[in-house]
């Protein structure tokens, strides 16, 4: 599978953006869903992850609250909706997918990770 995130670019603190991840193929719906994000100098950091059937999310406790992961299997595509941002989520959002055994399961390692996208630059400004 290959994966294309778009949506991000410069916000003010306190504003929003959405990412979205489009996937090619035909077995998106068998692909669990992730979210990370990194700055230079540093790991790359879970943000938020989604099962198969998308009834299954996870946040990190960072982002809880504000970020939330959801996604449109019709439309190959997952999305991050990021609300009242802060500049501390300045980074380089990537969208990942990983085929799983059972359709509500979530991953959260990046090792776990088949499949990445290219990343797309989230810059909040205070």
């Known amino acids: 599978v290959q994966l294309q995130a778009s949506g991000g670019g410069l916000v003010q603190a306190g504003g929003y953006l959405r990412l979205s991840c489009a996937a090619s193929?035909?077995?998106?719906?068998?692909?669990?869903m992730g979210w990370f994000r990194q700055v230079p100098g540093k790991e790359r950091e879970f943000v938020a992850g989604?099962?198969?059937?998308?009834?299954?999310?996870k946040h990190a406790d960072s982002v809880k609250g504000r970020f939330t992961i959801a996604r449109d299997n019709a439309k190959n595509t997952v999305y991050l909706q990021m609300n009242s941002l802060k500049p501390e989520d300045t980074a380089v959002y990537y969208c990942?997918?990983?085929?799983?055994?059972?359709?509500?399961?979530?991953?959260?390692?990046?090792?776990?990770?088949?499949?990445w996208g290219q990343g797309t630059q989230v810059t909040v400004s205070s």
């Open positions: 989604i099962s198969v059937s998308g009834d299954s999310t």
């Open positions: 990942a997918a990983r085929v799983v055994d059972f359709p509500s399961t979530v991953v959260q390692s990046a090792r776990l990770y088949a499949y």
């Open positions: 193929g035909r077995t998106f719906s068998r692909y669990a």
